[in-house]
């Protein structure tokens, strides 16, 4: 195994990469847990990404707010209103848009409220591309290389219809709108890619795109990878920066998965929820070293993921356990490892 000692060039300690999980209304506890990243020296985040509500936070981070902004911005934000059920409400609208698109909701009223946290970012755009959040690189590397580090910002979506885990906007490669226009990576929009990534199965509609004259419905990324901290590890050294991860877990440490039941004979929609959640939430204590090392796992008591009615002490409770889960973390791991192998001093230890 390649060590700190092996790398030609120093560690980068006031920067990060920073992967973040899904969870829903749940998010806010990420943003807690940036604080005190912040507070622990993490100044600036290179490269991004995130899943469903994971894809939200880094997508926002992409654009230029800092963690004091972000919350800021989710404990103003009222999540009643992502529920778009339309008129009718839940039960006459919800079925309604069920039929006619495959979800209660249609989700445009997230988009127009992500379009508007982009407006109010230092990018001032309500509509950006992939193409805005492209970073310099540096000269020494391969062509290889540069293609995979070439944007900032990174979105994991589910494509159901073939069984694709897709890295946005790499992946999009191949794919058209509805109207059979080709999408590109520097062309498609973040909102879409984020929207794509947080179509929660028959909560949200999902976005329908083409690919070799067929439909393809693209779902919430944490169905087949809800949390890819290896995502930014090159396949040698030297080690530039850390890469952590940002994950959620239900209740209260030490971490247990939840236990769900289903009841009959109405046994259909709990067990499928049940297989949702269990690929979304799934945790293996036998995970590699290098994902345990540098992951920041962040309990979030009994708030459920689709709690839209999130109250003032949920949020409250909810990023005050990011911070503190983050600023133990941040005080006392002291080794890094990453998924090649490739080992270095730990926050705790710089």
Request: contains cysteine; aromatic residues 10%.
């Amino acid at each position: 195994m390649a060590t700190a000692d092996a790398q030609a060039a120093p560690l980068e300690t006031d920067s990060a990469d920073g992967v973040f999980e899904g969870g829903g209304v749940k998010g806010i506890a990420l943003v807690g847990a940036l604080e005190a990243a912040d507070e622990a020296g993490i100044k600036r985040w290179v490269n991004i990404a995130g899943t469903s509500a994971g894809a939200i936070i880094a997508s926002l981070l992409a654009v230029g707010h800092t963690p004091s902004q972000l919350r800021g911005i989710l404990e103003a934000t009222n999540y009643a209103k992502f529920a778009d059920y339309g008129w009718g409400g839940k039960y006459l609208g919800g079925a309604r848009n069920a039929l006619r698109g495959r979800g209660l909701c249609r989700g445009k009223a997230f988009t127009d409220w992500l379009a508007q946290r982009f407006s109010e970012s230092p990018l001032g755009k309500p509509d950006p591309t992939f193409a805005d959040v492209q970073r310099e690189l540096p000269p020494d590397l391969t062509e290889e290389e540069r293609a995979r580090a070439r944007y900032r910002l990174r979105v994991i979506a589910s494509d159901v219809s073939e069984g694709r885990m897709l890295v946005l906007p790499d992946d999009i490669e191949g794919y058209q709108d509805e109207e059979g226009r080709p999408l590109t990576a520097d062309s498609l929009p973040i909102a879409r890619a984020v929207r794509m990534s947080m179509s929660f199965p028959y909560f949200f509609e999902p976005v329908t795109l083409r690919r070799d004259g067929q439909p393809h419905l693209i779902v919430d990324g944490g169905l087949l990878s809800n949390f890819p901290v290896f995502l930014f590890d090159g396949d040698k050294p030297p080690l530039r920066r850390w890469t952590f991860g940002f994950r959620l877990f239900s209740g209260s440490p030490p971490e247990r998965p939840p236990y769900r039941r289903v009841s009959r004979p109405l046994w259909q929609l709990p067990l499928a929820k049940a297989m949702f959640f269990a690929a979304t939430e799934a945790w293996d204590q036998r995970l590699s070293k290098a994902t345990l090392v540098r992951t920041i796992r962040i309990p979030t008591g009994d708030v459920p993921t689709l709690k839209f009615t999130l109250s003032d002490m949920d949020r409250d409770m909810l990023r005050r356990s990011g911070h503190s889960a983050a600023e133990q973390f941040f005080g006392t791991q002291r080794h890094y490892m990453n998924h090649v192998g490739v080992e270095a001093a730990g926050p705790a230890a710089v």
